[in-house]
DNA sequence: GTCTATATGGCGATAGAC
DNA sequence: GTCTATCGCCATATAGAC
């Protein structure tokens, strides 16, 4: 399907996200989105009424895109730190196409959490399920015992925060090389989970 | 000194913390921080000529809260796992205190990387210097050779996302109990200090 | 469905009285 | 220094022609 193809909804979809996701809520402006688009501003409203429904309809397809890797995961039949691994690099591969996605996200969750909870329930993300998982093998003593809940905000500190505050860190550490740092975050998937081994390896 | 003593530059200081860090740049009006302060919109013109300017104003004083525990740690004669473990204590102290600031610079980081660069640098940050220790000790053999960006983020990584993401985190894992996940980020302390020294344990 | 034109309101910023 | 009143602009949203 090529750009002519497209419905002018799932433009408009398309442009939003864009814009959304650069400027954050209170930054996007319906015209930015219509010029992104190629179309009026009205029509913005005619297919969404509002900034906000327009909003809510982009978002959760984007956040949609990370349910998949943590599924993925706990159907597999692997061991655990198999598991762990298919994790990261699911992960980071969906982080490295989508980077601008986890300080949206962020800055979503501050504006509405509420919203925010309620659309990840609705994506099917079932973060309860991966703890179950935890617990099991701790009982099965595959690894430590301790509370799974600082193990996952572990890993997802680990893989998402060079994301979220790249602007800075390429910066800080990188002189703004954009190249290097993209290079920096992929090499992250071995450092993360030699890390995550680490955790999990029994003394 | 109590609230009427305090000049009234000083009031729209803290007034317009409150509300740029609840609402992002964009978010926030003068008029909402006027409110705030107890005082006239025009009066916020008056001492800081623009949202810009007053927006800038405050910033520099935030982020100056989170370089004393980087200092504190590189001029100290511990050994670096002693070091280390004095960062996370004072860093996640820090975050503790003023929840809101990675969520706020995240969000800034975003919206003007330069500006929030420039604000860092003239705070007295000097990342380059954590760098340099890191890498002093990797030549001593006291810890496994790598990149010290790598252990530089990783530790940011882990400190910094369950404040960033506490809306989301604390309804997903804590039934939105306040004090739990209060308790939970300090338990990170220990969390993390430990991983800290898996990291750096040679083997 | 798509456009132009416009209504309506809030925004940042300023003028000017006190 | 502090206020009220207001300007000019741009935001979201709607009306109505085609």
């Known amino acids: 399907m090529n750009e002519n193809e497209k419905t002018t909804e799932n433009k408009i979809l398309e442009a939003s996200n864009t814009v959304f996701i650069r400027k954050g809520y209170s930054g996007a402006s319906m015209q930015e989105i219509a010029d992104e688009a190629g ?7 005619y297919y969404f009424r509002s900034k906000e429904k327009l909003f ?4 959760s397809n984007v956040f949609s895109k990370f349910v998949p890797a943590v599924t993925e995961m706990i159907l597999s039949d692997k061991s655990f730190a198999e598991k762990m ?3 990261v690099d699911n992960y980071i591969d969906t982080l490295h196409e989508n980077p601008l996605i986890p300080l949206f996200v962020l800055q979503e ?3 509405d959490p509420d919203n925010l909870f309620a659309l990840m329930k609705s994506s099917g993300m079932q973060p309860q399920l991966l703890i179950k998982v935890i617990l099991e093998e701790m009982e099965k003593g595959n690894i430590p015992k301790g509370d799974p809940r600082h193990f996952f905000i572990n890993l997802l500190g680990l893989c998402i925060f060079p994301y979220a505050a790249r602007p800075l860190m390429q910066r800080i550490f990188f002189d703004n090389d954009q190249e290097a740092y993209d290079a920096f975050l992929l090499e992250r998937k071995m450092v993360i989970k030699n890390l995550i081994h680490k955790m999990i390896d029994q003394k």
């Open 39 to 45: 179309i009026n501003k009205a029509l913005l409203h």
């Open 56 to 59: 809510r309809a982009g978002f």
């Open 85 to 87: 691994d298919l994790f």
């Open 109 to 111: 969750l501050n504006r």
